[in-house]
Nanobody, 125 residues
């Protein structure tokens, strides 16, 4: 059972920033699609952004583009989600997920991903 490890969540005021980290087991980090999803109470899980750890290709959902940025540190086998200008509607549990498949050009489906983390809570008030 592969386990990714997220960190960096917290409670912040609207307009502030957080940086989430997702550490991927090194043996599966190379050439994987790593994505961030979020799940708010009473809402379905939604895709936020993804990055291919090999090519660096990224895609971000429209509602956070310009505020959220996904990046990677290959030496640390870690993917980051920099979240700026946070809004109350960004409040959710954020999960990272990884799979050896190619990243889609736009929105990713959670069904594609085989490995998940436990999540990190982001609360914006």
């Amino acid at each position: 059972h592969v386990q990714l490890v997220e960190s960096g969540g917290g409670s912040v005021q609207a307009g502030e920033s957080l940086r989430l980290s997702c550490t991927v087991p090194r043996y599966m980090y190379r050439s994987n699609c790593v994505a961030w999803f979020r799940e708010a109470p009473g809402k379905e899980r939604e895709w936020v952004a993804h990055i291919h750890t090999g090519s660096g290709f990224t895609s971000t959902r429209d509602s956070v583009r310009g505020r959220f940025d996904i990046s990677r540190d290959n030496a640390r086998s870690t993917v980051y989600l920099q979240m700026d200008k946070l809004k109350p509607e960004d409040t959710a549990m954020y999960h990272c997920a990884a799979d050896s498949s190619e990243c889609p050009n736009s929105e990713a489906s959670s069904r594609t991903f085989s490995a998940w983390g436990q999540g990190t809570q982001v609360t914006v008030s």
